[in-house]
């Protein structure tokens, strides 16, 4: 073996995640950003001539990389230059208009103020916001608080007149603005056509702008083992910051991209693709989010009467439309799909492509599927469709969805991890960051145990085993995508991506992952975070 550029790690209790092995290696070499060997201290050492770097890994546990399969780091990174509307931050609405206020005070007359993360079903105040609140705030600048689900926002009367909404102005396609009773606007615009009729709702950006905040996003990331990454929502300009980062060697982990509906006739042809940059498809968003009861049910919300079931953003012959010329281009779709309904249409739009043009197999992907039922589950597999699964709903909004939005029964299986896995069907699990913070051990936690943030379990059939929810992470999350050859597993040939932690996430013993702390963080044989 050729030993030039080899560097060697020993000392560590390594888990391959490759399949059951007799003896655990406690080494691994890398050379050119793949593996090239694994097996005992001695075995490993024998290849290392003068002059190869040894690491001493003093027996720490050793994982595949993590896989992050849908989020939206350079966005988020952009929003972090906004107030923080989070509950954490602003647990109450006066809290967040003095916050807002604060802003304006040093902020130029007419510049816009914006906010991230507010959720109304979490603040204290247990409601939206209307332009009376944020016109406290301000009236002197257009003000504009994004909903933490990243499907609706709030402005004030400044934003609403730079937009010309009105009460005479009809609702979107697939959008919704909210209305007093006199028809008025209450300045809560529902889904992406809606929020585009004020056109900061999308972060401005230049490929200054864009390189910065990935880079911001990229540290975040690589602290708590991301070594992959899918952003799941990419527009022509986020694309170039993209490529300039990968071009000027900066883009330090592995972006898959799936650019949004119309970019790529915008780019003609994406670039080739490189070791850390890839275009991986294109993003659907066919409906919308429980919490504002947008997502598309096959049964009424409980809480709105037994009458309502949401709605598309995308109308179902629309969507065929989508999915057959992005099918039939050879590229594959990843589409948002909270609820049920919106699985059945594009499970329906993938099944009408695909007998269409039966010589191209591509992983098309759902998005999300929080209420994703057992006959669909099958139907994916037939399709080879795969699922990227925000369990992090569980804690973040199980508590809601069980008293509120779903009822008992349909909350305790949302996000069934257990059922997919059981399926054997592709799968990643995933924060969708901006929405939920990025941080894999913590996701995997909420897998094993489904606690809610009051500390209920919300589903105990849906709970997986510590090995199934790392795999959701690297083996499983690798096949969403088709790249299993490639990444997910600690073997000779594969990239050389892997996390350091301090503890074992898959003793014998329950684990609560989210205790374990990231020491390392590996990308091609290279360390791009250490603690």
Same mark, same amino acid.
């Given at each position: 073996?050729?030993?030039?550029?080899?560097?060697?790690?020993?000392?560590?209790?390594?888990?391959?995640?490759?399949?059951?092995?007799?003896?655990?290696?406690?080494?691994?070499?890398?050379?050119?950003?793949?593996?090239?060997?694994?097996?005992?201290?001695?075995?490993?050492?024998?290849?290392?001539?003068?002059?190869?770097?040894?690491?001493?890994?003093?027996?720490?546990?050793?994982?595949?990389?993590?896989?992050?399969?849908?989020?939206?780091?350079?966005?988020?990174?952009?929003?972090?230059?906004?107030?923080?509307?989070?509950?954490?931050?602003?647990?109450?609405?006066?809290?967040?208009?003095?916050?807002?206020?604060?802003?304006?005070?040093?902020?130029?007359?007419?510049?816009?103020?914006?906010?991230?993360?507010?959720?109304?079903?979490?603040?204290?105040?247990?409601?939206?916001?209307?332009?009376?609140?944020?016109?406290?705030?301000?009236?002197?600048?257009?003000?504009?608080?994004?909903?933490?689900?990243?499907?609706?926002?709030?402005?004030?009367?400044?934003?609403?007149?730079?937009?010309?909404?009105?009460?005479?102005?009809?609702?979107?396609?697939?959008?919704?603005?909210?209305?007093?009773?006199?028809?008025?606007?209450?300045?809560?615009?529902?889904?992406?056509?809606?929020?585009?009729?004020?056109?900061?709702?999308?972060?401005?950006?230049?490929?200054?702008?864009?390189?910065?905040?990935?880079?911001?996003?990229?540290?975040?990331?690589?602290?708590?083992?991301?070594?992959?990454?899918?952003?799941?929502?990419?527009?022509?300009?986020?694309?170039?910051?993209?490529?300039?980062?990968?071009?000027?060697?900066?883009?330090?982990?592995?972006?898959?991209?799936?650019?949004?509906?119309?970019?790529?006739?915008?780019?003609?042809?994406?670039?080739?693709?490189?070791?850390?940059?890839?275009?991986?498809?294109?993003?659907?968003?066919?409906?919308?989010?429980?919490?504002?009861?947008?997502?598309?049910?096959?049964?009424?919300?409980?809480?709105?009467?037994?009458?309502?079931?949401?709605?598309?953003?995308?109308?179902?012959?629309?969507?065929?439309?989508?999915?057959?010329?992005?099918?039939?281009?050879?590229?594959?779709?990843?589409?948002?799909?909270?609820?049920?309904?919106?699985?059945?249409?594009?499970?329906? =739009?993938? #099944? %009408?492509?695909?007998?269409?043009?039966?010589?191209?197999?591509? $992983?098309? +992907?759902? @998005?999300? !599927?929080?209420?994703?039922?057992?006959?669909?589950?099958?139907?994916?597999?037939?399709?080879?469709?795969?699922?990227?699964?925000?369990?992090?709903?569980?804690?973040?909004?199980?508590?809601?969805?069980?008293?509120?939005?779903?009822?008992?029964?349909?909350?305790?299986?949302?996000?069934?991890?257990?059922?997919?896995?059981?399926?054997?069907?592709?799968?990643?699990?995933?924060?969708?960051?901006?929405?939920?913070?990025?941080?894999?051990?913590?996701?995997?936690?909420?897998?094993?145990?489904?606690?809610?943030?009051?500390?209920?379990?919300?589903?105990?059939?849906?709970?997986?085993?510590?090995?199934?929810?790392?795999?959701?992470?690297?083996?499983?999350?690798?096949?969403?995508?088709?790249?299993?050859?490639?990444?997910?597993?600690? =073997?000779? #040939? %594969?990239?050389?991506?892997?996390?350091?932690?301090?503890?074992? $996430?898959? +003793?014998? @013993?329950? !684990?609560?992952?989210?205790?374990?702390?990231?020491?390392?963080?590996?990308?091609?044989?290279?360390?791009?975070?250490?603690?």
């Amino acid at each position: 073996m050729n030993r030039e550029g080899v560097r060697v790690y020993i000392n560590g209790d390594i888990r391959t995640m490759a399949g059951p092995e007799p003896v655990a290696p406690t080494a691994m070499a890398c050379a050119n950003g793949r593996f090239v060997a694994t097996g005992s201290d001695a075995e490993i050492l024998a290849l290392a001539s003068d002059g190869v770097e040894v690491v001493d890994l003093g027996g720490a546990v050793v994982v595949p990389g993590f896989i992050e399969t849908h989020l939206h780091p350079m966005m988020w990174g952009l929003m972090l230059d906004g107030v923080d509307a989070t509950p954490a931050a602003c647990p109450t609405i006066d809290g967040l208009i003095e916050a807002l206020a604060a802003r304006a005070g040093r902020t130029p007359e007419g510049q816009l103020i914006d906010a991230w993360g507010f959720d109304d079903s979490l603040v204290a105040d247990d409601r939206g916001l209307t332009v009376a609140d944020l016109d406290r705030a301000s009236t002197r600048h257009p003000v504009l608080v994004r909903h933490a689900s990243a499907h609706a926002v709030y402005v004030n009367s400044a934003a609403l007149a730079a937009a010309g909404i009105t009460g005479q102005t009809p609702d979107p396609a697939g959008g919704v603005l909210i209305r007093a009773a006199d028809g008025s606007p209450t300045g809560e615009l529902r889904e992406m056509p809606a929020m585009l009729l004020f056109p900061d709702s999308v972060p401005r950006m230049d490929l200054e702008r864009g390189r910065q905040a990935m880079l911001r996003a990229q540290e975040a990331m690589a602290r708590v083992g991301v070594t992959s990454f899918h952003d799941m929502f990419v527009t022509a300009e986020m694309y170039a910051a993209y490529r300039r980062l990968d071009a000027d060697g900066d883009l330090r982990l592995r972006a898959r991209l799936y650019l949004a509906h119309g970019v790529h006739d915008q780019l003609v042809e994406p670039a080739d693709p490189t070791d850390h940059l890839v275009v991986g498809g294109v993003k659907l968003i066919s409906d919308g989010s429980i919490q504002l009861h947008t997502a598309a049910l096959t049964d009424p919300y409980q809480d709105l009467g037994g009458c309502h079931c949401g709605s598309m953003a995308i109308p179902p012959g629309r969507l065929d439309t989508l999915v057959a010329e992005n099918h039939a281009a050879g590229r594959p779709v990843a589409i948002h799909t909270n609820g049920d309904q919106a699985i059945d249409f594009a499970l329906d =739009a993938i #099944g %009408r492509a695909q007998a269409a043009h039966p010589d191209q197999v591509l $992983p098309h +992907r759902l @998005e999300h !599927v929080q209420t994703l039922r057992e006959d669909q589950i099958g139907r994916m597999s037939e399709l080879g469709v795969a699922a990227s699964i925000f369990v992090n709903h569980v804690y973040y909004w199980g508590d809601r969805h069980r008293d509120r939005f779903l009822g008992p029964a349909r909350s305790e299986r949302i996000s069934p991890v257990a059922s997919v896995a059981a399926a054997d069907l592709p799968y990643g699990l995933h924060c969708d960051c901006p929405v939920t913070p990025v941080n894999p051990l913590f996701t995997m936690n909420t897998a094993v145990h489904r606690l809610t943030r009051n500390g209920e379990l919300l589903g105990a059939e849906q709970r997986v085993t510590s090995y199934d929810a790392l795999a959701g992470y690297t083996t499983a999350a690798a096949r969403v995508t088709g790249e299993h050859s490639g990444k997910g597993t600690i =073997a000779v #040939g %594969r990239l050389a991506d892997f996390v350091v932690l301090d503890g074992d $996430p898959l +003793r014998a @013993e329950p !684990v609560e992952l989210s205790g374990l702390r990231v020491m390392r963080t590996v990308v091609g044989g290279d360390t791009v975070f250490a603690a």
